[in-house]
Nanobody, 120 residues
Framework: QVRLVESGGGLVQPGESQRLSCVAS????????MSWYRKAPEKARELVAS????????KYGDSVKDRFVMSRDNDKNTVYLQMSSLRSEDTAVYYC?????????????WGQGTQVTVSS
């Protein structure tokens, strides 16, 4: 099992920046692919960014490219999402997920989410 705890959400004005953090429990973090998703009311869940366990390329959703940066610190079992030039349409609950490979199968674990509201 992997427990994920997100933090850093809140109210921010358009154009400002905010950083989300996600701390993972357990010893599988370093081998886990980590992702950020978001869910806005009446919209489908959307992939924001995904970072592999190794040195592969970080993927970003089209709506956040060039504005958001995802990173991971394996020493701290933490991933970050640095959000810049925030817009009202970025308002959503942001979820952290970890996909762990257990050999023949992979399991995905989710955090409880953190609300980000972009409003003046």
């Amino acid at each position: 099992q992997v427990r994920l705890v997100e933090s850093g959400g809140g109210l921010v004005q358009p154009g400002e920046s905010q950083r989300l953090s996600c701390v993972a429990s357990g010893s599988t973090f370093i081998t886990s692919a980590m992702s950020w998703y978001r869910k806005a009311p009446e919209k489908a869940r959307e992939l924001v960014a995904s970072i592999p366990s190794g040195s592969g390329q970080i993927k970003y959703g089209d709506s956040v490219k060039d504005r958001f940066v995802m990173s991971r610190d394996n020493d701290k079992n933490t991933v970050y999402l640095q959000m810049s030039s925030l817009r009202s349409e970025d308002t959503a609950v942001y979820y952290c997920s970890a996909t762990v490979n257990y050999g023949l199968e992979s399991l995905t674990f989710w955090g409880q989410g953190t609300q980000v509201t972009v409003s003046s």
